[in-house]
């Protein structure tokens, strides 16, 4: 549990690291564009940069402290099976998450200006749909929940992972999402010990969440872009689909010999 919150304040403070990097050269760049110190204009134009500097410095202090080193899963593709099903699984869950939060729209997103500002430049997409993603796997999957298994049960080290996951958005609209969908990552890390699904599936969730907010800002949940009669036949297919997917990626088998952990949930 120390490794794991150590791991989420370090991710933080590197995001500090990366605004105190990135802010003064783009003060310094406002200056000579416009001839004046706005404060405004200059915070809106650090986000991006702040974001990519954290990310980056996180990587760096992940890779010299060891963690992302491979232990022989960490970065396969598994079988094409396993992946398929891992694929399935990722997309059905990630519908029906959405389907449930979209029903909790008392839920305030503290995070609007700011993930539109990120939205503005292809820098800021890159770091939300790409490179974010990548890192969170690397850190909350292949670090976290890692060092999570190797001290408790996978149960309740997965539990653990995506309550963090959740938590450490602190966006309120985001915190329940987050939580869901790092629960199922961490499962699926767990039953395959390989981030790739997991890669895969984040990049196609916040990819689909920009794509969405950028070309129809103004709807608010699925059934507004679908329709009711829409939205429930998919969540049918989507539960479906899911447990079907579930069955089969219990019953997937390591084929390393250097897991910690009891294959069976």
């Known amino acids: 549990m120390k490794t794991a919150i150590k791991l989420a304040l370090i991710y933080f ?46 990587m760096l202090y992940l890779w010299r402290k060891g963690h992302l080193a491979d232990d022989g899963l960490m970065y396969s593709l598994t079988t094409p099976s396993c992946l398929t099903w891992s694929l399935l699984a990722g997309v059905a869950g990630l519908f029906l998450t959405d389907a449930l939060v979209s029903q909790m729209g008392f839920l305030p997103d503290l995070m609007k200006q700011t993930f539109d500002a990120l939205q503005s430049g ?44 959740g938590i450490v958005h602190i966006n309120p609209v985001q915190v329940v999402s987050a939580a869901l969908i790092g629960i199922l990552l961490a499962w699926l890390y767990w039953r395959t010990r390989s981030l790739v699904a997991c890669i895969l599936i984040h990049i196609l969730n916040n990819s689909l969440s920009v794509f969405l907010s950028l070309n129809y800002p103004e709807v ?42 009891d294959n069976k949930l």
Do not use: H
């Open 122 to 165: 292809w820098l800021g997409i890159l770091c939300i749909a790409v490179l974010g993603p990548i890192l969170e796997e690397l850190l909350y999957r292949g670090a976290i929940t890692k060092a999570l298994l190797q001290k408790y049960a996978p149960t309740k080290a997965i539990l653990i992972s995506g309550l963090l996951f």
């Open 13 to 58: 403070l590197m995001q500090i690291l990366g605004a105190l990097t990135a802010g003064p050269f783009c003060m310094l760049y406002v200056y000579i564009t416009t001839g004046s110190m706005d404060a405004e204009v200059a915070q809106k134009l650090t986000i991006a940069p702040t974001l990519l500097l954290g990310i980056v410095y996180m």
């Open 220 to 261: 608010g949940s699925m059934t507004e872009l679908l329709g009711t009669p829409l939205v429930v036949i998919m969540t049918v297919v989507a539960l479906a689909l899911f447990l079907l997917s579930v069955k089969k990626l219990s019953a997937y088998q390591l084929s390393a010999t250097n897991t910690t952990t």
